[in-house]
């Protein structure tokens, strides 16, 4: 007689993500996660890459029905890499918890900081489906950005972060205002083209960027089926501190501040370009691509927030 062929819940998490904070909680968030119903699989990274292939193994064998993950916006970005590898059909819902030295997805999410009540919306919270950009060919959670500050992220040190937190990249951030660099480029848009030197661009769905809250505008919406592009002209030395202001403020009347709300966009630039991806490495080009696939993934959500948060139809 053959076994039942139990549902399998996937939770896989990075050990090492900010301050190694779920190390210690571990058996907590188990006993959140255990479903009678299910067999919970747990499966820790120890390199790159891991978070994606337990995803794609798990969702190819047919009976997983939930990827919990843990970790920062990179072990994410990795979970989500593998669901969209997946037919539409068979991708199941996320429960993040975020672990990471800032977290800016599960912000944006309003998720809780702590990864035990996070935990519980495996089974209380309500599905709540995301928009996913889709860059040159890889894919997008909440931003693919380019030139000043761009860099902070993957060139902060892991041990950097987990000592100093959101203050490494403050510190690493500050490094980058003494050397401004500047990219020519022309971005076309379905109904614009938008052409000039640029110290910093950044196609976005999310309300936090490197830890700095608010900076993309009120109006962000992690499921309307739009990113939102970000640029900022070249500034003059007597208009910095000005931009910066307007910057942290989220006023974007300032002239040099490009703010537009995208289904796709097409980059061209003089010379080569190096972009972040989620906050990671996402290497140079001459010219990219940026799309949105909309309601791509979905993310169980604190259901007192639904209204928060909103669904765009």
């Known amino acids: 007689m053959c076994g039942i062929v139990r549902d399998k819940i996937l939770f896989t998490y990075n050990p090492n993500a900010g301050t190694k904070k779920i190390v210690p909680k571990l058996n907590d968030v188990v006993n959140e996660l ?32 939930k990827i ?17 590898e997946i037919e539409p059909e ?48 890889k894919y997008v959670v909440y931003t693919a950005a380019f030139g000043l500050f761009s860099d902070v992220s993957y060139a902060t040190s ?20 003494t050397n401004i660099e500047t990219v020519n480029a022309t971005i076309t848009l379905p109904d614009e083209t938008i052409e000039g030197t640029f110290i ?24 309307d089926g739009k990113f939102e592009l970000f640029l900022i ?27 537009r709300h995208i289904t796709e966009a097409e980059f061209d630039f003089e010379e080569d370009v190096a972009w972040t991806i989620d906050g990671e490495y996402g290497g140079t080009c001459l010219q990219a691509h940026m799309s949105v696939k909309k309601h791509a993934v979905t993310f169980m959500a604190p259901r007192d927030l639904m209204g928060l948060l909103a669904i765009s139809e």
């Open 158 to 177: 892991q041990s950097m972060k987990n000592i100093f937190g959101h203050a490494a990249y403050v510190l690493n951030g500050a490094g980058a205002l």
């Open 90 to 137: 068979k991708r199941v819902p996320i429960v993040y918890l975020p672990a990471g030295s800032t977290n800016d997805f599960g912000y944006s999410m309003c998720l809780p900081k702590d990864v035990v009540e996070a935990a519980k919306l495996s089974k209380t919270g309500m599905a709540y489906p995301c928009d996913i950009g889709c860059f040159n060919g």
């Open 233 to 259: 002209r070249e500034p003059s030395p007597l208009q910095v501190a000005g931009l910066l202001n307007d910057i942290r403020k989220g006023n974007f009347d300032n002239p040099l501040i490009v703010f």
């Open 34 to 65: 255990i479903d009678e119903q299910c067999d919970l699989v747990i499966s820790p990274t120890r390199k790159r890459n891991d978070a994606k292939e337990a995803v794609i193994a798990y969702l190819q064998e047919g009976n997983c029905v």
């Open 200 to 223: 910093m661009g950044m196609v976005v769905s999310s309300s936090s960027i490197g830890g700095f809250r608010g900076i993309t505008g009120p109006d962000v919406r992690l499921n």
């Open 68 to 84: 919990v993950c843990s970790g920062g916006d990179g072990t994410l970005h990795e979970v989500v890499e593998g669901l969209m």
